[in-house]
DNA sequence: ACCATTGATGACCCAGCGGTCAACAAGTCG
DNA sequence: CGACTTGTTGACCGCTGGGTCATCAATGGT
């Protein structure tokens, strides 16, 4: 009589449905804001199955930002291992790349989140940080260590010099998730990269 | 016999008082984290007597904002409207002021918490906005554009220029709260001034 | 067909917290 | 000293939401 019946058991696909709709909800509410039953809502089951995969709320977080930033910060790394060339050039494409990703990568919503919970929830700060900052800093800072090296690049502290290469990405994203919505004017991120960069490695650069 | 009464009345003083304690609690636990009854135990008094001189949690937050920052801001942009000189040599000196600043006013934490909360109280996001990034990213962009017109900066969009000269002021701020206190390394903002704003300047100016 | 297994449900528990309010007591005025 | 005003208390309400668990039913093996 009846063809479909109230629910399956898709143990295998559970997961990934249950980090889709978390990422969902998350980056719209926060961490703390964010609700398990909405998360489930969206995810097509119960609250309850939600428990049978995911010990608690912060596990879930953690499976979010390394199934849905990891892969990203990988690939941009890569690249630049792989790259053949000047360190200016390198940084020149770098940056657009990086803002073209985070157009359409939910990393500004994560980044806000993990910023405004640090405090409540340091986990969250360490996982991002240990997944994401710290590599990107510590490639960045070994490329322009070497730019200064090889005489492409005018001496200075390489961490320093590093921020002042990343800090408009960043806040440019955060510009876009936390006043854009309230009707103050839009951030052209891949503009500001490529007017930022072009700037600054006028100061930075050894020649033109 | 017994002296101390288990409470006076000090109509006059209670405002500054709350609002100081709500200051540190904010800024300790976020807005969505903040109870009102630790407010209230740090400023000395009942959670009721606080509804006497504040209708919301959001109003309170309101006069932490406009109470602890607004000043400071009006001070740095007074000292720029007041400047006799060239834009480069205003903006050497105003980096490191800002830095300054942000060192020993609650700014990192107030600004980490309008970003985290902007989603859930887009309110909060609009007083930061309107108090403090507003007139704070005018007065740049129109410093910018004044030192184009001089012939002492080379062209560019001056918003984005703006972008490129505070944003690793902002996220320097941001980390010292988000991840210092993991064990990241620290971040000496006046330095990070002092080098970024000479690197920028480099490729900015149009002759050094 | 039947049972054992287990994915999934949804009612439930309970702690936390923003906000309220009747009662009270510290000031104040004559 | 007594009466009125009003700043302050603290118990209380209503609601929310993370996490639990007895129960059920889809599934796979035989």
Do not use: C
Not at 56 to 78: C, Y
Not at 128 to 138: I, N
Not at 144 to 165: K, N
Request: no cysteine; hydrophobic share 50%.
């Amino acid at each position: 009589m009846n063809a479909e019946p109230r629910w399956r058991r898709r143990k295998a696909d559970r997961p990934g449905e249950i980090v889709a709709a978390a990422i969902a909800v998350f980056t719209e509410r926060g961490f703390a804001a964010a609700r398990i039953d909405e998360i489930a809502a969206r995810a097509g089951l119960s609250k309850g199955a939600i428990y049978r995969y995911f010990d608690t709320k912060e596990a879930l977080f953690r499976a979010v930002v390394t199934d849905a930033v990891r892969p990203n910060v990988r690939k941009v790394l890569d690249t630049a291992a792989a790259w053949q060339g000047g360190v200016p050039d390198l940084v020149r494409m770098l940056l657009p790349t990086v803002a073209g990703l985070a157009m359409k990568l939910p990393v500004g919503a994560v980044l806000k989140m993990v910023i405004g919970e640090s405090r409540n929830f340091p986990e969250l700060a360490r996982v991002w940080h240990d997944e994401v900052v710290q590599p990107a800093l510590s490639l960045l800072m070994r490329l322009i260590a070497e730019g200064q090296a090889r005489g492409e690049l005018r001496p200075g502290d390489p961490r320093t010099h590093a921020f002042s290469l990343m800090a408009p990405m960043l806040l440019g994203v955060i510009w876009r998730e936390t006043f854009t919505p309230l009707g103050a004017g839009d951030v052209d991120l891949p503009a500001v990269a490529r007017q930022h960069v072009e700037t600054v490695l006028a100061g930075m650069e050894t020649r033109r």
